[in-house]
């Protein structure tokens, strides 16, 4: 673990030697400096526990009562680590130019920022129950602060609240998840936590505790409030830090907390998978209704986590079932959609970043016509669109397909219950792609085809290429992966395998079917690929020895287009969005066209999120009120606060005294 804990040091010493350089344009390549040796260093002893050869634990006693300093890497941690040294080198160098234009210091984002990096890491190998809440913390206060950095906006100072608030609720129910595990095993040591066997009667409590309390960092709904507040109201590339990387250690707190309970329940295994319906279906149904394009992408990591949810439920049923293609298929769909998910996500914020930082504005209806003018950002937009969307050969179908040939292996098992899970899975997945394919259609048609409709757009220009190689790389992985699907799944097989403590051999016999088909698509498409290469390079030679005539296209009349001809992203989403209002509860205004001739018509609409605006507002509301009058406690009187402090000391020491 020693390589790992000094790329962890190098980082955190890069983020310290910008934050002191402050005002110098050498503070951002420091820190992005650190970040790249960093997760080169750490990225050794990862490879090696992928292989199953990790470093040996590392253990040190502390002075705090009931914790050590116990870091170790497993399959899982391993496997967890990777999103995070694949996203933040090309977030740090994409960051370099992206803040370049900013009048303010930059010393203090850059070291929240190497911190959110460690802390992730950290996170993975922490071995002990009270060392990884204090590691979350760290990461959820760091992640507050680079939210907050353009905090002259209220905007951002509301979305800031909301995520304290949110993650801190999450951070309250883990307390008490891990205090109460604590309790049972006698130890906060994982170790020992899953050599004394969690008792059957603690183990639901502890479920429902661990859902909640990593439900709500994952985003699941309706704990989700905080991602599309914050995830707009961060800079960009840190909103691809969050998006694509931060929330999945929700999903491996997740994971690990099954790993603790022991023997799972099917109940449990329904939950999720009922869980992930939702917050796949109810996510990109909400981003289809959105106009800001960091906003939609922030739904759509709601929708993600619902389809990585969902496969880790499949997983439990198929482990409460001893179905072994069900295991395999399930966690392995649900785990590979957490690296491509980060591939994709961060691709696509980091694309939306450059449209804000060559236009100025989020807005998908004042933009348009981009790729003309930004080609790079908009092909890799547009493959991380197809990603997203589940279609292959990208990275995104893959881990789809998974889940898919799960809920086909399902319904040949026969059983009612087997039948319902195949056609919950079947059916939730086909609506989920078909809206998600139906959101990109709009994001990609709206803000890179048609003609410019402001004059932000119309002056776009593409972005440099410390801000263009990152989005380039992600975009190769996306298509990588895809083509190279076996090779990643078999990297897969021994993370699922530490979940589940099914072996590696009965894990590699049940998905060989899945493995041929992914083997024939991958070859069917690169050999498509290779084609339209071919075509594209004859095309361009050919013409040259012979003389070329340019002529206008035949334009169906729109021979003098507008702006005002072209759908805008809520004339394009209308239909779905008016058969989806009442769960949408669209907020329209504007004046409708009336007459053969009208003179003034205007239209706007605005989706707020459900479960903020009717469960958590109306809440707190009431908590407001109930909670008033503790407020007159509160008076500023030095005296009263005296008297609080000491009626406090006698309670204690009357209830100590009371003790045996």
Not at 231 to 237: D, G, I, L, Q, T
Not at 359 to 368: C, P, S
Request: glycine share 12%.
């Amino acid at each position: 673990m020693a390589l790992f804990v000094v790329g962890c040091g190098v980082c955190v010493v890069g983020g310290i030697g910008a934050f002191f350089l402050s005002r110098s344009r050498c503070a951002s390549w420091l820190a992005t400096a650190g970040i790249w040796i960093g997760c080169g260093l750490v990225l050794v002893p990862v490879l090696a526990a992928l292989q199953g050869r990790g470093p040996e634990p590392f253990k040190i006693a502390w002075s705090l009562p009931g914790g050590s300093i116990s870091l170790g890497l497993d399959e899982l941690s391993a496997f967890f680590c990777l999103p995070v040294l694949l996203i933040a080198p090309c977030m740090a160098l994409y960051a370099c130019l992206y803040l370049a234009h900013e009048t303010k210091p930059l010393g203090s984002l850059w070291f929240f920022t190497t911190v959110l990096v460690t802390a992730m890491l950290l996170l993975t190998a922490a071995r002990d129950g009270l060392l990884f809440l204090m590691i979350w913390e760290l990461m959820a206060l760091s992640s507050l602060l680079l939210v907050l950095f353009d905090d002259e906006h209220p905007h951002v100072r509301q979305a800031g609240w909301t995520y304290l608030i949110a993650t801190h609720m999450g951070t309250a129910v883990l307390l008490v998840f891990f205090a109460w595990l604590g309790a049972e095993a006698g130890s906060l040591e994982f170790s020992t936590i899953a050599a004394a066997k969690v008792p059957a009667r603690a183990a639901g409590g502890l479920f429902a505790l661990a859902v909640i309390g990593f439900g709500s960092k994952a985003g699941f709904v309706p704990l989700h409030v905080w991602l599309p507040e914050a995830h707009p109201a961060a800079p960009s590339h840190v909103s691809a830090l969050m998006s694509g990387v931060m929330i999945k250690t929700g999903i491996y707190g997740l994971l690990r907390a099954l790993m603790l309970l022991g023997e799972p329940s099917v109940a449990w295994g329904w939950s999720l998978v009922a869980i992930g319906l939702i917050s796949g279906v109810l996510g990109v149904v909400f981003a289809l209704a959105q106009h800001d394009i960091k906003r939609l992408l922030a739904y759509h990591s709601v929708e993600n986590i619902g389809i990585i949810t969902l496969g880790i439920g499949v997983g439990i049923l198929g482990r409460c079932w001893n179905q072994p293609a069900l295991i395999v298929l399930g966690f392995g769909g649900g785990i590979l959609h957490v690296l491509n998910h980060a591939v994709f996500k961060s691709l696509l914020f980091l694309g939306a970043g450059a449209v804000a930082h060559s236009t100025g504005t989020r807005d998908i209806d004042h933009l348009g016509g981009l790729l003309k003018s930004m080609r790079w950002t908009g092909a890799t937009f547009l493959v991380a669109s197809a990603a997203i969307s589940g279609l292959p050969p990208f990275n995104g179908f893959v881990s789809e397909f998974l889940i898919y040939i799960a809920g086909l292996r399902s319904a040949q098992a026969g059983g009612p219950y087997a039948v319902l899970l195949a056609i919950a899975i079947l059916a939730g997945l086909a609506l989920i792609g078909g809206l998600a394919a139906a959101c990109f259609a709009k994001a990609f048609g709206i803000v890179f085809l048609g003609e410019p409709r402001s004059s932000h757009a119309a002056h776009a220009r593409e972005v440099g290429p410390a801000m263009r190689w990152p989005m380039v790389v992600l975009a190769v992985l996306c298509l990588g992966i895809g083509l190279l699907a076996p090779l990643v799944v078999k990297m897969v097989l021994p993370v699922v395998s530490s979940i589940s403590g099914v072996a590696h051999e009965a894990l590699s016999d049940s998905v060989a079917g899945a493995m041929q088909s992914l083997t024939s698509i991958g070859w069917s498409f690169a050999v498509l690929l290779v084609l339209i290469a071919g075509f594209y390079l004859v095309r361009r030679v050919l013409p040259r020895a012979k003389q070329q005539a340019k002529a206008g296209t035949w334009d169906c009349g729109y021979a003098r287009p507008t702006p005002r001809m072209q759908y805008t992203s809520s004339s394009f989403a209308q239909p779905l969005v008016d058969l989806l209002k009442m769960l949408l509860g669209t907020r329209n205004e504007g004046k409708p066209v009336h007459g053969l001739f009208p003179r003034e018509a205007s239209f706007s609409s605005d989706t707020p999120d459900a479960a903020r605006e009717r469960l958590f507002v109306p809440l707190f509301r009431l908590l407001d009120r109930v909670l008033a009058p503790i407020r007159r406690l509160q008076r500023g009187g030095i005296h009263e606060y005296l008297l609080y402090v000491m009626l406090t000391l006698l309670a204690l020491l009357i209830w100590k005294g009371g003790r045996p």
